[in-house]
């Protein structure tokens, strides 16, 4: 089992940032990769990010140069950095963990951009 608590989300004006954190605790040592996704209204969810275990990252292409993902194995947690964000970044972000046999999510947190 893995618990995942993700924080940071809110209110932000267009052209600003974010920093998303999801603390990863349990069978932390069984993950093979960490992602961030989001979802919006009306919308299926997608991927933003994801960063393996030996720290190679893959964005979706919207998102490249824009966000970055990266992690801190002591504090044993996950961060999205948002810049530059757009109303159409709008929506709830989820952390993700993979195992080999075992996905689990974060309950989300809630971005909006607006001015």
């Known amino acids: 089992q893995v618990q995942l608590v993700e924080s940071g989300g809110g209110l932000v004006q267009p052209g600003g940032s974010l920093r998303l954190s999801c603390v990863v605790s349990?069978?932390?040592?069984?993950?093979?990769?960490m992602g961030w996704y989001r979802q919006a209204p009306g919308k299926e969810r997608e991927l933003v990010a994801t960063?393996?275990?030996?720290?190679?990252?893959t964005y979706a292409d919207s998102m490249k140069g824009r966000f970055a993902i990266s992690r801190d194995y002591v504090k044993n947690t996950v961060y999205l950095q948002m810049n530059s964000l757009k109303p159409e970044d709008t929506a709830v972000y989820y952390c993700?963990?993979?195992?080999?046999?075992?996905?689990?999510w974060g309950q989300g947190t809630q971005v909006t951009v607006s001015s």
């Open positions: 960063i393996t275990s030996g720290g190679i990252t």
């Open positions: 993700k963990a993979v195992l080999t046999q075992s996905r689990f």
């Open positions: 349990g069978n932390i040592f069984s993950i093979n990769y």
